[in-house]
């Protein structure tokens, strides 16, 4: 007899070997603990990261890419915008400017006379203080913030090494969590190699920019415009709109003697952003942000890999036509950013939801007695199809605690862009600086909740916000 297996027979056999191997691995998935956990390493969730640790938890931060840093390192917008901040910006700041990798600039083309652009150059004259004010400020005071991304990502790293307390995963995906009722229990995570793992936390943040550690969890989103009925928004539309804020690719340019000259994309891109945000970076190099690129919603419509290659083309088409101009004439194109530069995506309901009205109150104004951040960028909402909403405002506002606790959860916090701010509001204090305030009440909250064992919600307030130097003036009666 024959016992050569057939090809069925032996295709029948890999498979079953294949489904027994998969399940043998999954119960051999390696299971990590700690008191607080962080999904997404940008300037929410280093920050989150450096709170937390240094309030005394371990804590685990995982990252899917290869560094931390998120949209302001590897979407390469590296600058800080003028506004209000607080002290683990200023810390940063300090140890970058020490190694000179960061500077101050300011738009040295403010008349447009160059071309349609900002030029904003590292001028040394210039100091911190005068980078942490927007509102009521004039736009010839504004000055900004740059630093150099390795050094950034290399100074968080330090500091996240000196706490003894933060394991940083790096090339690390969240794929699943798990939860019992209104707690997460654990979450999956799967290694750049294929190994999966499970995290068991006391306390998890989302700091994923686009909430998707709370999206797979069920929590409550919102996306897009709100209709004016949803929070009483003065500038909100009557029903609910479809448009996201713009998405952009930011390049980096470099001098050159003999600079290359930019091929145009093929197949031609017809309409591209004609200005841009240029900032100087340590070391002379220039990043290139050309505003509104493509809308918003492309990400949602045709995914991420579409919306990256579109973006490309009109990058290059976009260098393609800056270089005619002779600011720019000896500089060649370096990199294009390898992540996508994403204003805005999915939001979570939260215990508050910041709105316009808050903006337009001001801390003056506002009741809010558990206000943990201070902001004040003006409203901006802009990019085709998407109802514009400009506005300076009159002074900074503060940013509820309760923002950053999805609506009904017990041990989970959101500190990124997702949090629980309105589309207008979150148009508003989605800055840097602001994701920075915000990681770092996120993860010294979660570090309360975790050693008091106790309900994020629970925490005691008023000791977080002195733990965060939140202003007198900030700080309401309960
Ligand atoms: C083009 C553009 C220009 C801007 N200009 C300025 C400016 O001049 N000044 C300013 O202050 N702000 C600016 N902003 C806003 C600011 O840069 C961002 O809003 C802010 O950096 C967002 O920080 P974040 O922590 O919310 O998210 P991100 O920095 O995007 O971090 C999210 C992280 O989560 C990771 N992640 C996502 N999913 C997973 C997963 N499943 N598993 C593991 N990790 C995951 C991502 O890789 C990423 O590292 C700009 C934004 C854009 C897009």
């Given at each position: 007899m024959n016992m050569k297996p057939t090809l069925i027979q032996s295709t029948i056999v890999s498979l079953i070997a294949a489904t027994f191997v998969a399940a043998t691995y999954g119960a051999e998935m390696t299971e990590l603990q700690t008191d607080v956990c962080i999904v997404g390493g940008g300037s929410g969730g280093y920050a989150a990261a450096i709170g937390a640790a240094r309030a005394g938890a371990n804590v685990i931060l995982v990252e899917k890419?290869?560094?931390?840093?998120?949209t302001s390192v590897n979407a390469y917008v590296c600058n800080w915008e003028p506004g209000v901040s607080g002290p683990l910006a200023r810390e940063i700041y300090d140890r970058l400017a020490k190694i000179g990798a960061a500077g101050v600039t300011m738009d040295h083309n403010a008349d447009r006379k160059k071309g349609p652009f900002g030029l904003w150059l590292i001028t040394p004259?210039?100091?911190?203080?005068?980078?942490?004010r927007r509102a009521?400020?004039?736009?010839?005071?504004w000055r900004a913030v740059v630093f150099d991304p390795d050094k950034l990502v290399q100074t968080v790293s330090a500091m996240l090494a000196e706490t003894k307390r933060c394991k940083v995963m790096l090339e690390t995906t969240f794929v699943e969590a798990v939860a019992d009722g209104k707690r997460v229990e654990s979450i999956k995570i799967v290694s750049k190699d294929g190994k999966t793992s499970r995290i068991k936390a006391r306390i998890f943040i989302d700091s994923t920019g686009g909430a998707h550690l709370c999206r797979k969890l069920g929590c409550e989103t919102m996306l897009g415009p709100d209709a004016?009925?949803?929070?009483?928004?003065?500038?909100?539309?009557?029903k609910p709109g479809q448009t996201l804020n713009a998405i952009s690719l930011c390049y980096r340019i470099r001098k050159s003697d003999r600079p290359l000259r930019q091929t145009p994309p093929d197949p031609p891109v017809?309409?591209?952003?004609?200005g841009a945000h240029v900032t100087e970076v340590p070391g002379g190099d220039r990043i290139l942000?050309?505003?509104?690129?493509?809308?918003?919603r492309m990400l949602i419509d045709k995914g991420y890999d579409a919306t990256l290659a579109e973006c490309r083309r009109i990058a290059q088409a976009h260098w393609r036509s800056m270089q005619e101009n002779p600011t720019f004439s000896m500089f060649e194109l370096h990199s294009l950013a390898p992540m996508l530069g994403i204003r805005e995506s999915y939001r979570v309901v939260g215990e508050y939801v910041l709105t316009q009205n808050d903006l337009l109150a001001t801390i003056a104004k506002q009741t809010h007695p558990d206000v943990t951040a201070l902001a004040d960028h003006s409203m901006d909402v802009h990019g085709k199809g998407a109802q514009r909403v400009h506005g300076e405002l009159k002074g900074p506002y503060g940013i509820p605690?309760?923002?950053?606790?999805?609506?009904?959860?017990?041990?989970l916090l959101v500190a990124c862009r997702?949090?629980?701010?309105?589309h207008i509001a979150a148009s508003s204090c989605r800055l840097s600086r602001t994701m920075i305030q915000l990681g770092r009440a996120a993860g010294a909250a979660a570090a309360m909740a975790a050693k008091d064992d106790?309900?994020?919600?629970?925490?005691d307030v008023a000791a977080l916000q002195k733990q965060l130097g939140i202003p007198a003036s900030a700080m309401k009666p309960r």
């Amino acid at each position: 007899m024959n016992m050569k297996p057939t090809l069925i027979q032996s295709t029948i056999v890999s498979l079953i070997a294949a489904t027994f191997v998969a399940a043998t691995y999954g119960a051999e998935m390696t299971e990590l603990q700690t008191d607080v956990c962080i999904v997404g390493g940008g300037s929410g969730g280093y920050a989150a990261a450096i709170g937390a640790a240094r309030a005394g938890a371990n804590v685990i931060l995982v990252e899917k890419q290869d560094r931390l840093g998120g949209t302001s390192v590897n979407a390469y917008v590296c600058n800080w915008e003028p506004g209000v901040s607080g002290p683990l910006a200023r810390e940063i700041y300090d140890r970058l400017a020490k190694i000179g990798a960061a500077g101050v600039t300011m738009d040295h083309n403010a008349d447009r006379k160059k071309g349609p652009f900002g030029l904003w150059l590292i001028t040394p004259t210039e100091t911190y203080e005068q980078t942490l004010r927007r509102a009521a400020n004039p736009v010839r005071s504004w000055r900004a913030v740059v630093f150099d991304p390795d050094k950034l990502v290399q100074t968080v790293s330090a500091m996240l090494a000196e706490t003894k307390r933060c394991k940083v995963m790096l090339e690390t995906t969240f794929v699943e969590a798990v939860a019992d009722g209104k707690r997460v229990e654990s979450i999956k995570i799967v290694s750049k190699d294929g190994k999966t793992s499970r995290i068991k936390a006391r306390i998890f943040i989302d700091s994923t920019g686009g909430a998707h550690l709370c999206r797979k969890l069920g929590c409550e989103t919102m996306l897009g415009p709100d209709a004016k009925s949803r929070f009483d928004e003065p500038s909100a539309p009557d029903k609910p709109g479809q448009t996201l804020n713009a998405i952009s690719l930011c390049y980096r340019i470099r001098k050159s003697d003999r600079p290359l000259r930019q091929t145009p994309p093929d197949p031609p891109v017809s309409r591209y952003p004609r200005g841009a945000h240029v900032t100087e970076v340590p070391g002379g190099d220039r990043i290139l942000n050309p505003l509104a690129m493509v809308p918003g919603r492309m990400l949602i419509d045709k995914g991420y890999d579409a919306t990256l290659a579109e973006c490309r083309r009109i990058a290059q088409a976009h260098w393609r036509s800056m270089q005619e101009n002779p600011t720019f004439s000896m500089f060649e194109l370096h990199s294009l950013a390898p992540m996508l530069g994403i204003r805005e995506s999915y939001r979570v309901v939260g215990e508050y939801v910041l709105t316009q009205n808050d903006l337009l109150a001001t801390i003056a104004k506002q009741t809010h007695p558990d206000v943990t951040a201070l902001a004040d960028h003006s409203m901006d909402v802009h990019g085709k199809g998407a109802q514009r909403v400009h506005g300076e405002l009159k002074g900074p506002y503060g940013i509820p605690y309760r923002c950053l606790i999805p609506k009904g959860w017990e041990n989970l916090l959101v500190a990124c862009r997702g949090a629980s701010f309105s589309h207008i509001a979150a148009s508003s204090c989605r800055l840097s600086r602001t994701m920075i305030q915000l990681g770092r009440a996120a993860g010294a909250a979660a570090a309360m909740a975790a050693k008091d064992d106790v309900p994020v919600r629970e925490i005691d307030v008023a000791a977080l916000q002195k733990q965060l130097g939140i202003p007198a003036s900030a700080m309401k009666p309960r």
